[in-house]
């Protein structure tokens, strides 16, 4: 399944310093705006401490965790829905992505200049919202006048998208984006080959400087954007992207240490994963046994023949049943067999919905 989050802010703001630090793929940074043109695309592995316990119980000869996908995006600018700044080429990047984490410069450095000359992070959001928004309407108003003279021919599906892409335009028009628009199901259906860049879930990032790190609400430009993403039902997590950059070239006991010494319990990175995953509505599932012991991505809701095609197309066409046990039922029995034993291991069907945690076994035949 591939899914990515695109990484999106002002220039200087630390979203390339995050990125390699997410990815360690050493995406170019430098002091002046757009050092990244092309998106760089880099796959994270999913933290998940499910898998270790998994790996304690099964000694697998090998442990494979699922993945996400991130894309750092080229800075945008205040015109770029105009063509500023190489606007259009970073718009169309966004487009591509199905998620927004948003970085937000929360941070005081005279030595890193700021594209607007100023610390206001949102201003920052504001602007960059505003060019998302500015973009979405081209695409409406580009669309909007066919729309109404084939609704007035009572064309079924074009009276649906007219009164779809006109509650988005009253929307736009009050600087409100699409994921805040009600529309009904046949509507949403109507204007999704849009793909409007304000229909993208969204998370703000906000990046403080590392000695913060331990007091991050102390920080009144972390106040602020806490308050602002209330508002759009969005979440924030706070991180240091050159704190981050450093934990992520440490490992195993050696990463441990170093948090300990910041005083954290994790990193902001695991956390910054861990929500974007939660952001596009995503569960892990685990096949396990003594060859692999491995983490598999689905979304919410998925039943257990589509679930079992996200491992090999056969796996759904042939699909029999589905085997399974929920990870805390697996460790608090002890082993698979006691499981069984004790009634935990359950046979499924087609009409099963996949949950998250599960530990499954799918039987199938083609």
């Known amino acids: 399944m591939s899914l990515t989050t695109g990484i999106v802010g002002l220039p200087n703001v630390g979203k390339s310093t995050l990125f390699n630090a997410i990815t360690q793929a050493g995406a170019e940074m430098a002091n002046y705006p757009f050092c990244t043109i092309e998106p760089n695309v880099g796959i994270v592995s999913v933290p998940d401490k499910r898998l270790d316990k998994l790996t304690e119980m099964y000694h697998p000869k090998k442990t494979i965790p699922t993945t996400f996908e991130f894309t750092d995006i080229a800075g945008l600018v205040k015109g770029a829905s105009k063509g500023e700044g190489l606007g259009n080429q970073f718009l169309a990047n966004i487009r591509q992505v199905d998620a927004i984490s948003h970085v937000v410069r929360c941070f005081d450095d005279k030595n890193i200049t700021h594209v607007s000359g100023k610390i206001d992070p949102i201003d920052d959001i504001e602007t960059i919202n505003l060019e998302l928004i500015l973009a979405d309407m081209e695409q409406i108003n580009k669309r909007l006048d066919r729309a109404e003279k084939l609704a007035k021919q009572k064309e079924k599906q074009a009276v649906i998208e007219f009164s779809a892409l006109q509650k988005l335009k009253d929307a736009f028009d009050e600087g409100k984006p699409a994921r805040h628009v009600a529309l009904t199901d046949e509507e949403e259906i ?177």
Request: glycine share 8%; hydrophobic share 40%.
């Open 190 to 366: 109507a204007v999704k080959p849009f793909n409007f860049l304000t229909k993208k879930p969204v998370l703000y990032v906000a990046n403080i400087s590392e000695d913060e790190l331990l007091a991050p609400d102390d920080n009144v430009y972390v106040q602020a954007v806490k308050k602002y993403a209330e508002k759009d039902g969005s979440e924030v997590v706070v991180i240091s992207a050159r704190i981050e950059s450093e934990i992520a070239e440490l490992e195993g006991e050696e990463k441990k240490a170093f948090l300990l010494d910041l005083g954290l319990d994790t990193s902001g990175l695991d956390r910054l994963i861990a929500k974007s995953y939660q952001l596009l509505g995503l569960a892990t599932y685990f096949t396990a046994g003594e060859k692999e012991v491995r983490a598999w991505t689905f979304r919410k809701g998925t039943k257990a023949p589509q679930a079992a095609g996200i491992i090999h197309s056969d796996f759904e066409r042939g699909f029999i049943r589905a085997e399974i046990v929920s990870f805390d039922d697996l460790v608090a029995a002890g082993s698979e067999l006691a499981a069984k034993e004790q009634g935990r291991l359950r046979l499924e069907g087609k009409d099963y919905i996949m949950q998250d945690g599960d530990v499954v076994n799918f039987r199938f035949n083609v």
